[in-house]
């Protein structure tokens, strides 16, 4: 099959190649998917398990990608849940060959059916992105109705999805990025918008629960404005700084077909709206994940035409 694979971490994104690879054999639980769509995330070069396998042994040359939409065509020993022909989408496991190919094996748990009318491409996007601002906000932000939210990097992949969820949960939703970025937090349904090259911080006053995209300097701060009782949610590594009274919790996102239900629902209603900036096909997936201008939300590749 073909697959983008990398060998070198060094190299990043550059180094990645499109090349051939044996088709992946399922595993006991496993399914077969055909891939369709394809999402990246760019700090995936960042991460150990690009590298290695669970204990610690080099995988390369390894197949990034861990987002994936398209069809079942097997299933391994045991397999339940998921039949022959369905369409599917999810998270794959990120110590194993990912989804920038034309095949994965993927346990049916990181899988959710994806309805005949969301498109391969929309299915592929909302994975990651969906199930971190959901976990992130619901289950270790306990975020309640009439809170406020303080949600980072608003424009980005997580930061869309954290403001939609988070306001329809009935949260006043400060979006914070950069200046070019107002417009888009605006329009995915932030409250107010914090330029952080510009404005200051501070002046936010009190929240509830502060979702972390950007770490370092920005954490620091944002935890100083915590409210007694909140809390701080990070994507980005160990958590640096705590608030005074209140909880801090850093995490990777799992899969949960439960939750990617929920969050294909919202997208089939028109409650949630994806964050997509480029489509490529794989042939064009190293230079389409290589861009020489910002992009603003999800590059996917589109594995099918
Ligand atoms: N732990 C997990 O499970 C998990 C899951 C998903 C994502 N993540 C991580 O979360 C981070 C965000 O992911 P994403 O997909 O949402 O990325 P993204 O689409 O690039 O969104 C991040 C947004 O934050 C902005 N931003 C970053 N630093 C900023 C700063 N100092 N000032 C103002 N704006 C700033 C970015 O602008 P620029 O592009 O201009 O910098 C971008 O608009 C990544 O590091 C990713 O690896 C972790």
């Given at each position: 099959?073909?697959?983008?694979?990398?060998t070198d971490q060094a190299a990043g994104t550059a180094g990645m190649t499109l090349?051939?690879?044996?088709?992946?054999?399922?595993?006991?639980?496993?399914?077969?998917?055909?891939?369709?769509?394809?999402?990246?995330?760019?700090?995936?070069?960042?991460?150990?398990?690009?590298?290695?396998?669970?204990?610690?042994?080099?995988?390369?040359?390894?197949?990034?990608?861990?987002?994936?939409?398209?069809?079942?065509?097997?299933?391994?020993?045991?397999?339940?849940?998921?039949?022959?022909?369905?369409?599917?989408?999810?998270?794959?496991?990120?110590?194993?060959?990912?989804?920038?190919?034309?095949?994965?094996?993927?346990?049916?748990?990181?899988?959710?059916?994806?309805?005949?009318?969301?498109?391969?491409?929309?299915?592929?996007?909302?994975?990651?992105?969906?199930?971190?601002?959901?976990?992130?906000?619901?289950?270790?932000?306990r975020l309640q109705a009439g809170q406020t939210v303080l949600a980072h990097g608003?424009?980005?992949?997580?930061?869309?999805?954290?403001?939609?969820?988070?306001?329809?949960?009935?949260?006043?939703?400060?979006?914070?990025?950069?200046?070019?970025?107002?417009?888009?937090?605006?329009?995915?349904?932030?409250?107010?918008?914090?330029?952080?090259?510009?404005?200051?911080?501070?002046?936010?006053?009190?929240?509830?629960?502060?979702?972390?995209?950007?770490?370092?300097?920005?954490?620091?701060?944002?935890?100083?404005?915590?409210?007694?009782?909140?809390?701080?949610?990070?994507?980005?590594?160990?958590?640096?700084?705590?608030?005074?009274?209140?909880?801090?919790?850093?995490?990777?996102?799992e899969a949960d077909r439960g939750e990617l239900n929920e969050i294909v629902r919202?997208?089939?209603?028109?409650?949630?709206?994806?964050?997509?900036?480029?489509?490529?096909?794989?042939?064009?997936?190293?230079?389409?994940?290589?861009?020489?201008?910002?992009?603003?939300?999800?590059?996917?590749?589109?594995?099918?035409?």
């Open positions: 099959m073909k697959a983008i694979v990398v090349t051939d690879r044996p088709e992946p054999l399922a595993a006991i639980n496993d399914v077969i998917v055909q891939i369709h769509a394809s999402g990246f995330v760019p700090t995936e070069m960042e991460w150990p398990s690009t590298w290695t396998d669970r204990a610690g042994r080099d995988r390369t040359p390894s197949i990034p990608g861990h987002e994936l939409a398209g069809v079942v065509t097997a299933l391994g020993y045991g397999t339940t849940g998921l039949s022959v022909g369905q369409r599917v989408f999810g998270l794959a496991d990120w110590h194993r060959d990912g989804t920038l190919a034309e095949y994965v094996a993927i346990e049916a748990r990181n899988l959710a059916p994806l309805p005949g009318d969301v498109d391969f491409t929309v299915g592929a996007s909302l994975p990651i992105s969906g199930l971190t601002a959901w976990q992130g906000l619901f289950q270790h932000g608003a424009a980005g992949a997580v930061g869309t999805m954290v403001t939609q969820l988070a306001r329809e949960a009935g949260a006043y939703v400060i979006g914070t990025g950069r200046a070019a970025d107002r417009e888009k937090a605006i329009d995915f349904g932030a409250h107010e918008f914090v330029d952080l090259e510009n404005d200051a911080l501070k002046d936010v006053g009190g929240v509830d629960l502060v979702f972390d995209v950007i770490g370092g300097d920005i954490q620091k701060r944002s935890a100083a404005l915590i409210r007694a009782g909140g809390t701080l949610v990070s994507v980005v590594g160990a958590i640096e700084a705590r608030p005074d009274d209140g909880l801090a919790v850093d995490f990777v996102v919202r997208v089939r209603d028109g409650r949630l709206r994806t964050n997509i900036d480029h489509v490529a096909s794989l042939d064009d997936a190293v230079d389409a994940l290589n861009p020489t201008a910002r992009r603003r939300g999800k590059t996917v590749i589109r594995v099918r035409p």
